[in-house]
T-cell receptor, first 111, second 112 residues
Framework: TQLLEQSPQFLSIQEGENLTVYCNSS?????LQWYRQEPGEGPVLLVT?????EVKKLKRLTFQFGDARKDSSLHITAAQPGDTGLYLC???????????FGKGTKLSVKP | DTAVSQTPKYLVTQMGNDKSIKCEQN?????MYWYKQDSKKFLKIMFS???????INETVPNRFSPKSPDKAHLNLHINSLELGDSAVYFC???????????FGAGSRLTVL
């Protein structure tokens, strides 16, 4: 079974700071997804990256897929309190072709 | 209209009891899942159904029995609840081959 390692596990920053969250694996993934989960809610898809080296932007969020398709990063510029949540990366790689998740990065942005 | 709805949202019960969680989706998806999220927020797949047929059954105690009466519903019944079953259970759905999941809001189960 493929594994996805996320770092850091926890991140607490001030409003306006920049941050990067990483998702790494020793295995190749055909695509990786990023989800954000807010307290009391289910994860919500932010983006899917498919091509090695691909960069996608969603307002202040920039997602990158590694050239070898084994890793991905999420960069947030000028973080705001509304960015607070659990960020999860996911890829197809379970024993039966199901979506597996990293353990997540819990981000707290203080005003 | 909620796309994936789970009931109940909160469930507090005693050890040894039997309980059920229900899930319904109105997205026209043909594949539904149950995931368990533990206290450390790790999201782990339990079951997957495609068009009412079980296609994924990870290593889950047989006290957990999913049932899919039709492709829009996937329920989870748990027998003889144990303390370690306390978690948030998420239902999710997708179209087969898409691998992009829409999640429900979760059902927090607390076993005392």
């Amino acid at each position: 079974t493929q594994l996805l390692e996320q770092s850091p596990q926890f991140l607490s920053i001030q409003e306006g700071e920049n941050l990067t969250v990483y998702c790494n694996s020793s295995s190749v993934f055909s695509s990786l997804q990023w989800y954000r989960q807010e307290p009391g809610e289910g994860p919500v898809l932010l983006v899917t990256v498919v091509t090695g080296g691909e960069v996608k932007k969603l307002k202040r969020l920039t997602f990158q897929f590694g050239d070898a398709r084994k890793d991905s990063s999420l960069h947030i510029t000028a973080a705001q309190p509304g960015d607070t949540g659990l960020y999860l990366c996911a890829g197809v790689g379970g024993s039966q072709g199901n979506l597996i998740f990293g353990k997540g990065t819990k981000l707290s942005v203080k005003p | 209209d909620t796309a994936v709805s789970q009931t109940p949202k909160y469930l507090v019960t005693q050890m040894g009891n039997d309980k059920s969680i229900k899930c319904e989706q109105n997205l026209g998806h043909d594949t539904m899942y149950w995931y368990k999220q533990d206290s450390k927020k790790f999201l782990k797949i339990m079951f997957s159904y495609n068009n009412k047929e079980l296609i994924i059954n990870e290593t889950v105690p047989n006290r957990f029995s999913p049932k899919s009466p039709d492709k829009a519903h996937l329920n989870l019944h748990i027998n003889s609840l144990e303390l370690g079953d306390s978690a948030v259970y998420f239902c999710a759905s997708t179209l087969s081959g898409a691998n992009v999941l829409t999640f429900g809001a979760g059902s927090r189960l607390t076993v005392l």
